[in-house]
Structures are given as structure tokens and as C-alpha cells.
């Protein structure tokens, strides 16, 4: 059997486990999720057809052709996993241009192959404070900046939490407790020296564990911890 005569065989599990149909994570719409499922399929799908390097694919009338078979798959797969959740999926999707495909490309390597690094584009520059802890790490990995200033600050108190565990793992152990209440500590005293306007998130320990091991691009450009803080 190929991917011709199974679409799925190429998926790789998806990582984020599934709270309903779709995933849902907090600011991001089930249509948006809904087109990140489509685009990773799409990827993968297209792997199937030849190799796929970083960058995306030629501007040729091959590639288009590549793409418009991937769709078919793609949504194929999208189908049969929509339905093993009780769910009748009939959206139908159009084959990207190469220019966009190779874009989302991007935008999934750079973020560790995460689903979220492919909602739509325009999805990033809702006003909303509150983003969901991949949401976060998925944008600050990309270099958006989010529009609400409550959800800037949350991105910058997550670059400073994968810094920080960064700076310790190797010592303590990177899911130890003692690492965390180290960290809890950490941003309690930071926040001493700040209004409380410009207080640094605490995140919950299992958020950084994962986000600190599935975005370590995220700590690049923060200062380095001192000795004397951790």
C-alpha cells in the first residue's frame, strides 16, 4: 500500500492531542483550525510526491501539478479523520500557489513541524489578551508581535521561562520540581522590581516543559539568566 491508496499513511501524529473534533486552542477559531489540519496534511502529502526541502518547492508547472494531487489527499485524509470523530467534513479546499505553500512550509519547520504555526496569517493580529501557551510560543517563534500588550508581555515572560529552564535543565533536570518552584521563584522576585502593569506570566509547570523542549529557538536574543537569580 502507498499514499496514493492511503492518504494517512504519511501523517505523522498530530501533536497537540484533540479536546473535540478539532483542536481548539484559546484564540484561534475552529476554521482556523480546521486550515492548519489541511495545510499539515498538505505537507505531508506532498512529501509523499518527491522530497521537500526547507524551503518549499520550484516555481514550476510540476510543482502546481505536486500540489494539486496533495489537496486531493489532503482533504481525503482530513475526511476520514473527521469522520472517526463523528464529524462530516465537507469543506473543500483549493490547491495553493506555490508562493503560499512554500510560505507555510516555512512557517512549520521553523516552529518544529507545531499545526498552530499554520493558521491563518491574519489570525495573529487579533486583539486578544489571553492567547493559548502554544499560541504564544508559535508567534514569539516567528516573530510576531501580538497587538494586545497583555499578550506581548505573556511572550516575553515565555522567552524568559524557556531562557530560564534553559539555563538550569542540565543541573536540576529538565522536568524536575525543583527546577520549577527554582523558576517560580525567579519570577516572583523579577516581579519585585516591576509595576504591576508590566509583571512577568508565571506559567504552569507542564506549559514549560513542553514549550521548553519544543521551542528552544524561543530563548535566542534573551538576556542570560545571572548566577545569583536562579
Known sequence: MNARDNPEISLQPTPLPPSSPFYASRGVTQDDW?????????IHAAERYGKLPDRGLPATPDSEARLVYATEFAQKALAKHAGTKGVNYHRNHTA???EAFNLAVARYRKCGNHPLALIPEDRWLSPIPGWDGHMLAVTATLGVELPHPQARRDQE???LAVKFYESLQFTLGPKSAKLYRAYEKFIATANNYLPANLHHTTF???VIEQLAAWFPALSTGVSDIPASSR
Do not use: D, I
Not at 34 to 42: I, T, V, Y
Open 96 to 98: 495553493p500557489t506555490v
Open 204 to 206: 504552569e509547570r507542564r
Open 34 to 42: 480546521e486550515e492548519a489540519e489541511f495545510l499539515q496534511r498538505l
Open 157 to 159: 515572560s515565555l522567552r
